[in-house]
């Protein structure tokens, strides 16, 4: 008996929380108001392209070592 | 060649073509999550320029609506995430009667405040089953999950809510 008062009381108070939720939140209106192809497309082409941190830290320890030793360019380039 | 196999190729024509055809779609979708119309716009935007970065994992026999949606629903969920509201309102006594008008708005206010609160993956399953009333195994699909995760979500979404507004003092009517 008390099991099923449980569940009654535990039903009746989910249904309050949707209700009032469904009160909180008013119906929202799903019709797109514009065509989004044009944003999408200019996101596609003005999307830079992400170089990874690593990549910026290579380079830039790169640099300060081909001025801090500039022999190293004739190294380097033998090499590639 | 088909539609799909075109898009999974990087064709752009056959992309716009898709693009336009699911774009309303997965505008309702998101709205109904994030509820305003101009993130779910935005959302919508990224979620196709997603969807086409990610075209070499679509199989082209395979539901392109369902994984836009997919994808949709992980933005959705990141955006309520990044969006989530930190401050806690203060506690009330229990139990008061609200008949004012001005003060049942701001119990709805405070009910919003405190749904927001809630972690996004409880609140995305909790809106779509409880304020949109969808089907379970609809969200389910979306959510990338089972049925039963997402009624256990609801359902502790729910438990979640029911104890912040008690200790708020706020009675739902």
């Given at each position: 008996m008390k099991e099923h008062e449980d569940k009654y009381m535990t039903e009746h108070n989910d249904r309050e929380i949707r209700d009032a939720l469904k009160q909180s939140f008013p119906p929202v209106n799903t019709e797109l108001r514009r065509d989004l192809w044009p944003d999408v497309l200019r996101k596609l082409d003005v999307r830079p392209v992400a170089v990874p941190w690593y990549d910026w830290a290579l380079a830039g320890l790169s640099a300060v070592m081909f001025l801090a030793f500039p022999r190293l360019v004739l190294v380097f380039a033998y090499h590639l | 060649m088909d539609?799909?196999?075109?898009?999974?190729?990087?064709?752009?024509?056959?992309?716009?073509?898709?693009a336009r055809q699911f774009q309303g779609d997965i505008y309702a979708w998101i709205v109904r999550i994030v509820r305003d119309p101009g993130t779910a716009e935005d959302l919508t935007v990224e979620t196709l320029w997603r969807v086409y970065r990610a075209r070499h994992r679509f199989r082209p026999d395979g539901n392109f609506g369902a994984w836009a949606r997919r994808i949709a629903t992980n933005l959705a969920i990141d955006h309520l995430r990044r969006n989530r509201p930190e401050q806690s309102?203060?506690?009330?006594?229990?139990?008061?009667?609200?008949?004012?008008?001005?003060?049942?708005?701001?119990?709805?206010?405070?009910?919003?405040?405190?749904?927001?609160?809630?972690?996004a993956k409880l609140q995305v399953a909790?809106?779509?089953?409880?304020?949109?009333?969808?089907?379970?195994?609809?969200?389910?699909?979306?959510?990338?999950?089972?049925?039963?995760?997402?009624?256990?979500?609801v359902f502790r979404a729910v438990r979640i809510l029911r104890k912040r507004l008690s200790h708020a003092g706020i009675t739902p009517e």
């Open positions: - | 539609l799909l196999q075109r898009f999974t190729h990087g064709e752009i024509d056959a992309f716009e073509t898709l309102f203060p506690t009330e006594p229990a139990g008061v009667p609200q008949p004012d008008p001005l003060v049942q708005r701001e119990t709805r206010e405070r009910i919003q405040q405190a749904f927001r609160r809630l972690p909790a809106t779509l089953a409880l304020v949109e009333e969808l089907p379970y195994d609809e969200i389910a699909s979306a959510l990338g999950t089972s049925v039963g995760a997402v009624k256990l979500r």
